[in-house]
């Protein structure tokens, strides 16, 4: 039986993201489907105290571009289905 590794992007030793810099992210008109609707996850929205905590350490969370119920939606709907990718190997 094979074994299975979920493929992730590269965190650095603070947990930032590789493509983060400076002045935002350096991929982000080719950005996947994860990066493209956070802040905007279940996990997240699921009530104020998770968006809050999220908050916390995100500076970008409350400030810019204030985003629509109805767009919202749509990225909610866009990580529906959407599995890790995976590395399987025998």
């Known amino acids: 039986m094979g074994s299975i590794s979920?493929?992730?992007l590269l965190e650095r030793e603070n947990h930032d993201c590789v493509f983060l810099e400076?002045?935002?992210c350096s991929v982000y008109k080719a950005?996947?489907?994860?990066?493209?609707?956070?802040?905007?996850?279940?996990?997240?929205?699921?009530?104020?105290q998770s968006w809050e905590r999220e908050?916390?350490?995100?500076?970008g969370i409350?400030?810019?571009e204030l985003?629509?119920?109805e767009e919202i939606d749509h990225l909610l709907r866009l990580r529906q289905g959407?599995?890790?990718a995976i590395?399987?190997?025998y």
């Open 62 to 64: 409350g400030h810019g």
């Open 22 to 24: 400076k002045y935002g």
């Open 82 to 84: 959407v599995e890790p």
């Open 31 to 48: 950005r996947p489907v994860q990066c493209a609707t956070y802040p905007f996850w279940n996990t997240i929205v699921a009530d104020r």
């Open 55 to 59: 908050a916390d350490w995100c500076p």
């Open 87 to 89: 590395w399987e190997s």
């Open 6 to 8: 979920y493929i992730s």
């Open 67 to 69: 985003h629509g119920r």
